[in-house]
């Protein structure tokens, strides 16, 4: 079992709705988790990260984490064609280092 | 963008052959990393580094080799290529993090070396 797993999608959605993307950890220890944006042949962004329960907004970006379910969940309102792209859930391993643990990434498809 | 840059962009090798990759950053973080992503398994962890001349392993270091002898230049050395390092490698930087609860270290990611190996 990986520690963080996401769904590979694709995800469609219609341009203009709240795409919905979710991400489980196993490692309760678990501090910080990420979301980073991959466009095709591009390297990771980072869009947010959350360490705290409950929500956090940036623009039309919303993380969501609920440590007692161990998921973490990033919501896109107002989905845009460019937002098209891989969106990679990551967390903070315990044990240092620094170190984070992927999950293999949720493909997203804005459609017109 | 954060201040990395990786190179070479592409490389193409054959079996056998030494190769290195270097990443270069002007952010003068703590920590740099050395990923490798392929389809279906994500983004891998193969070194890291926490400091000049401190380095460890992560999930996949078998076959590779890394050092770090001035903070902004970090290698990774495949000693003998083999056609399962065939991959796109990233290099990314982070540091401690910012404020009270300085737990966020997030990491920034250079634009990537496409090694093939023949």
């Known amino acids: 079992q990986k520690e963080v797993e996401q769904n590979s999608g694709p995800l469609s959605v219609p341009e203009g709705a709240i795409a919905s993307l979710n991400c489980t950890y196993s490692?309760?220890?678990?501090?910080?988790f990420f979301w980073y944006r991959q466009y095709s042949g591009k390297s990771p962004e980072l869009i947010m990260f959350?360490?705290?329960?409950g929500d956090k907004e940036d623009g039309r970006f919303t993380a969501q984490l609920n440590k007692a379910s161990q998921y973490v969940s990033l919501l896109i309102r107002d989905s845009q064609p460019s937002d098209s792209a891989t969106y990679l859930c990551?967390?903070?391993?315990?044990?240092?280092?620094?170190?984070?643990?992927f999950g293999t990434g949720t493909q997203l498809k804005v459609e017109l | 963008d954060a201040g990395i840059t990786q190179s070479p962009r592409h490389k193409v090798t054959e079996t056998g052959t030494p190769v290195t990759l270097r990443c270069h950053q002007t952010?003068?973080?703590?920590?740099m990393y050395w990923y490798r992503q392929d389809p279906g398994h994500g983004l891998r962890l193969i070194h890291y580094?926490?400091?000049?001349?401190?380095?460890d392993k992560g999930e996949v270091s078998d076959g590779y080799s890394v050092s770090r002898s001035k903070t902004e230049d970090f290698l990774l050395t495949l000693e003998s290529a083999t056609s399962s390092q065939t991959s796109v490698y990233f290099c990314?930087?982070?540091?401690?993090?910012?404020?009270?609860?300085?737990?966020?270290?997030?990491?920034?990611f250079g634009p990537g070396t496409r090694l093939t190996v023949t």
């Open positions: 990314a930087i982070s540091d401690l993090g910012k404020g009270q609860a300085r737990i966020n270290y997030e990491q920034y």
């Open positions: 490692d309760r220890g678990s501090q910080s």
């Open positions: 959350i360490y705290s329960n």
């Open positions: 990551a967390a903070l391993l315990t044990g240092g280092g620094n170190k984070l643990t």
């Open positions: 952010e003068n973080h703590r920590y």
């Open positions: 580094s926490y400091g000049v001349k401190d380095t």
